[in-house]
Every structure is written in C-alpha cells, then in structure tokens.
C-alpha cells in the first residue's frame, strides 16, 4: 500500500556546545589514529611488512641518512622481527657513524635537523637518493647475491 506523500516538513536540528565539539573531536581522532595505528601493526607482526618498511625507511632516507639494509637471511627464514629490527638498528648506528666522520653531525643533531625541517633535511642529504643507493650497493662487499653473481663484486 502506498504512503501518502507528507503534508509538512519538521527539521530537526542538534547543535553542539564547545564542550561538546571536543568531545566529539578526541572521539573521532582516537577512532582515526586507533585505526591507523591498527593497520601499522598487521604490517609489522608480519615479517616481509616489517622488512619492507625499514628498507624504505633506509632507503628514502626518512632517518636523516640513505643507507642499504641488510637483511639476515637467518632471521628473514626464522621470522625473528625483534632480530631484524635490532639488524636495523645497527646499520642505521654504523651509517650514521659513517656520516658523523663526513659531515661532523652526531645521529642525534641528524635527528633534530630532520624533526626541524624534515624536507630540507632529506633532500640535503644527497642530490639524487638513487644514485646515492646505486653507490652505496657497489660498496657492499658480498660475494653472491641470491643465485646469481653479485654484478658489482671488482
């Protein structure tokens, strides 16, 4: 049976104080970062999410530096994520030692400057990031690179 169309229209209308707008706001930024942050750790318990973010982390030189990870393959088969991001770590601690050498700068006035001025701090890091990668794989001294011969082995 059709409903007969309505004779008047009643508005309804919810006005919030100031109060009552932060309340909603907190509500809807822990219900964003909750969700974010829910996402973020799918990544990490898995072991190729966890590598895949630190070689991206070291790669785009989020971290105040570019630098190759090395990943374990011992802790790569084993799925030991707490070893991987130790492994990280390190080589982050030994680039930036590296780089101290260089430029004089501490890992953490490398830091500050990146939190300062996180754009500036990153594209004054190196011209070109792939270059920089591409010089910094010919570093590396390993003798096989999965089953093939490492190209950049003298």
């Known amino acids: 049976m059709p409903r007969p169309k309505p004779d008047k229209i009643v508005r309804h209308q919810i006005v919030f104080g100031e109060a009552d ?3 909603l706001e907190s509500a809807v930024n822990s219900y964003n970062l ?14 190729t999410g966890t ?7 070291a790669a785009t ?8 990870f090395n990943v374990n393959p011992v802790h790569l088969a084993t799925g030991n994520v707490p070893a991987i991001i130790l492994s ?3 080589q982050w601690t030994d680039a930036s030692d590296r780089k101290k ?7 953490e006035e490398r830091m500050q400057k990146l939190v300062d001025d996180p754009i500036g701090a990153v594209a004054g890091i190196t011209n070109n990031p792939i270059i920089e990668l591409m010089n910094l794989a010919q570093k590396v001294q390993v003798d096989r690179v999965g089953p ?7």
């Open 88 to 90: 990280f770590n390190q």
């Open 101 to 107: 050498e260089e430029d004089g700068l501490t890992r």
């Open 148 to 154: 093939f011969d490492n190209p950049f082995k003298n």
């Open 34 to 47: 909750n969700t974010v942050l829910g996402n973020i750790t799918k990544v990490l318990n898995d072991v």
């Open 61 to 68: 030189g989020a971290l105040g530096l570019v630098f190759a």
């Open 21 to 23: 707008r932060k309340i």
């Open 51 to 57: 590598i895949t973010l630190l070689t991206l982390l």
